[in-house]
Protein backbone atom coordinates (compact mmCIF):
# COMPACT_ATOMS: atom_id res chain seq x y z
CA UNK A 1 0.00 0.00 0.00
CA UNK A 2 1.24 3.32 -0.73
CA UNK A 3 1.78 5.77 1.63
CA UNK A 4 1.65 9.48 1.32
CA UNK A 5 1.41 12.57 3.48
CA UNK A 6 -1.76 14.97 2.41
CA UNK A 7 -0.64 18.58 3.17
CA UNK A 8 -3.34 21.17 4.12
CA UNK A 9 -2.34 24.80 4.90
CA UNK A 10 -5.14 26.76 6.90
CA UNK A 11 -3.07 29.39 8.07
CA UNK A 12 -4.59 32.02 5.45
CA UNK A 13 -8.44 30.84 6.32
CA UNK A 14 -7.56 31.30 10.08
CA UNK A 15 -6.37 34.68 9.67
CA UNK A 16 -9.56 35.66 7.74
CA UNK A 17 -10.92 34.44 10.53
CA UNK A 18 -12.46 31.32 8.84
CA UNK A 19 -13.30 28.07 10.46
CA UNK A 20 -10.91 25.50 9.08
CA UNK A 21 -12.66 22.56 10.64
CA UNK A 22 -14.99 21.17 8.32
CA UNK A 23 -12.14 21.03 5.31
CA UNK A 24 -9.97 19.73 8.09
CA UNK A 25 -12.69 16.38 8.41
CA UNK A 26 -13.44 16.21 5.09
CA UNK A 27 -9.17 15.42 4.48
CA UNK A 28 -9.16 13.41 7.42
CA UNK A 29 -12.28 11.21 5.78
CA UNK A 30 -10.10 10.81 2.53
CA UNK A 31 -6.83 9.52 4.42
CA UNK A 32 -5.86 5.78 4.02
CA UNK A 33 -4.74 4.04 6.51
CA UNK A 34 -1.21 4.48 6.10
CA UNK A 35 -1.41 8.20 5.00
CA UNK A 36 -0.49 11.37 6.89
CA UNK A 37 -2.49 14.97 7.37
CA UNK A 38 -0.09 17.14 7.54
CA UNK A 39 -1.98 20.40 9.47
CA UNK A 40 -0.02 23.71 8.87
CA UNK A 41 -1.71 26.43 11.76
CA UNK A 42 -1.65 29.27 13.11
CA UNK A 43 -1.36 28.03 16.31
CA UNK A 44 -1.30 24.44 18.41
CA UNK A 45 -4.67 23.53 17.50
CA UNK A 46 -5.48 21.44 21.04
CA UNK A 47 -9.06 20.54 20.38
CA UNK A 48 -8.71 19.23 17.00
CA UNK A 49 -5.58 16.90 18.03
CA UNK A 50 -8.22 16.09 20.84
CA UNK A 51 -11.32 15.17 18.73
CA UNK A 52 -9.31 13.05 16.30
CA UNK A 53 -7.40 10.99 19.05
CA UNK A 54 -10.88 9.84 20.26
CA UNK A 55 -10.96 9.04 16.64
CA UNK A 56 -7.65 7.03 17.00
CA UNK A 57 -5.22 9.50 15.75
CA UNK A 58 -1.72 10.48 16.72
CA UNK A 59 0.09 13.69 16.41
CA UNK A 60 3.47 15.23 16.39
CA UNK A 61 3.88 18.67 16.68
CA UNK A 62 6.23 21.19 15.45
CA UNK A 63 6.49 24.44 15.92
CA UNK A 64 8.30 26.78 12.79
CA UNK A 65 7.72 29.93 13.61
CA UNK A 66 5.94 32.17 16.20
CA UNK A 67 2.42 31.00 14.01
CA UNK A 68 3.67 28.52 12.30
CA UNK A 69 2.46 25.05 13.72
CA UNK A 70 2.87 22.36 11.99
CA UNK A 71 0.47 19.40 12.81
CA UNK A 72 0.97 15.35 11.68
CA UNK A 73 -1.89 13.37 12.22
CA UNK A 74 -1.70 9.48 11.88
CA UNK A 75 -3.22 6.34 12.47
CA UNK A 76 -1.05 4.25 15.26
CA UNK A 77 -0.43 3.97 18.73
CA UNK A 78 3.50 4.53 19.48
CA UNK A 79 5.01 6.29 23.35
CA UNK A 80 6.56 8.50 21.20
CA UNK A 81 4.73 10.56 18.38
CA UNK A 82 7.16 10.33 15.31
CA UNK A 83 7.14 12.98 12.78
CA UNK A 84 6.93 11.97 8.99
CA UNK A 85 9.34 12.80 6.19
CA UNK A 86 8.71 11.73 2.15
CA UNK A 87 11.82 11.81 0.71
CA UNK A 88 10.57 9.39 -2.51
CA UNK A 89 11.05 11.70 -4.71
CA UNK A 90 14.69 13.73 -3.45
CA UNK A 91 17.67 12.88 -5.60
CA UNK A 92 20.91 11.74 -3.40
CA UNK A 93 22.43 12.98 -0.97
CA UNK A 94 18.91 15.15 -0.14
CA UNK A 95 17.29 12.14 2.00
CA UNK A 96 19.90 12.14 4.14
CA UNK A 97 20.71 16.04 4.68
CA UNK A 98 16.83 16.68 4.85
CA UNK A 99 16.62 13.54 7.67
CA UNK A 100 19.72 14.81 9.36
CA UNK A 101 18.63 18.56 9.66
CA UNK A 102 15.39 17.47 11.04
CA UNK A 103 17.09 15.92 13.92
CA UNK A 104 19.46 18.46 14.38
CA UNK A 105 17.07 21.44 13.95
CA UNK A 106 14.19 19.69 16.62
CA UNK A 107 15.56 19.85 20.26
CA UNK A 108 12.35 17.74 20.77
CA UNK A 109 14.24 15.07 18.69
CA UNK A 110 17.14 15.33 20.70
CA UNK A 111 15.44 14.72 23.79
CA UNK A 112 14.05 11.49 22.57
CA UNK A 113 9.62 13.13 22.93
CA UNK A 114 9.61 13.03 19.29
CA UNK A 115 10.90 10.80 17.12
CA UNK A 116 11.13 10.14 12.92
CA UNK A 117 9.50 8.37 10.13
CA UNK A 118 11.36 8.49 7.11
CA UNK A 119 10.00 7.09 3.79
CA UNK A 120 12.49 6.15 0.99
CA UNK A 121 12.59 4.57 -2.50
CA UNK A 122 15.73 2.40 -0.58
CA UNK A 123 17.83 1.54 2.58
CA UNK A 124 19.65 4.87 3.26
CA UNK A 125 22.87 2.62 3.99
CA UNK A 126 24.73 6.15 4.50
CA UNK A 127 22.43 7.43 7.12
CA UNK A 128 22.56 4.19 9.34
CA UNK A 129 25.99 4.34 10.45
CA UNK A 130 25.29 8.37 10.70
CA UNK A 131 22.51 7.89 13.05
CA UNK A 132 24.33 5.40 15.06
CA UNK A 133 27.40 7.65 15.52
CA UNK A 134 25.01 10.42 16.77
CA UNK A 135 23.26 8.08 19.48
CA UNK A 136 20.17 7.59 17.42
CA UNK A 137 18.11 4.02 16.96
CA UNK A 138 16.16 3.15 13.81
CA UNK A 139 13.94 0.31 12.68
CA UNK A 140 14.07 -0.71 8.61
CA UNK A 141 10.88 -1.96 6.95
CA UNK A 142 10.78 -2.51 3.00
CA UNK A 143 7.63 -2.07 1.89
CA UNK A 144 8.56 -2.50 -1.86
CA UNK A 145 6.81 -0.63 -4.24
CA UNK A 146 9.61 1.53 -3.34
CA UNK A 147 8.71 2.38 0.03
CA UNK A 148 11.39 1.97 2.95
CA UNK A 149 10.17 3.16 5.98
CA UNK A 150 12.93 4.10 8.76
CA UNK A 151 11.44 4.82 12.34
CA UNK A 152 14.15 6.84 13.91
CA UNK A 153 14.40 7.90 17.91
CA UNK A 154 17.11 8.55 20.67
CA UNK A 155 18.73 6.00 21.87
CA UNK A 156 16.93 5.24 25.49
Known amino acids: MTRK????????????????????????????????????????PDPLIRVLGKQGFTHAVVQEEAEHFVVQFYQGDTDVPFFHLDNRDLDPPNPMTRTLEFLEDHDACASGALGV????????????????????????????????????RRAQ
Open 5 to 44: IEVLDVREMLRAKEEPFARIMSAVKELEPNDVLELHATFQ
Open 117 to 152: EIWNVRVPALLLPELDERGFTYEVNDEGNETVQVKI
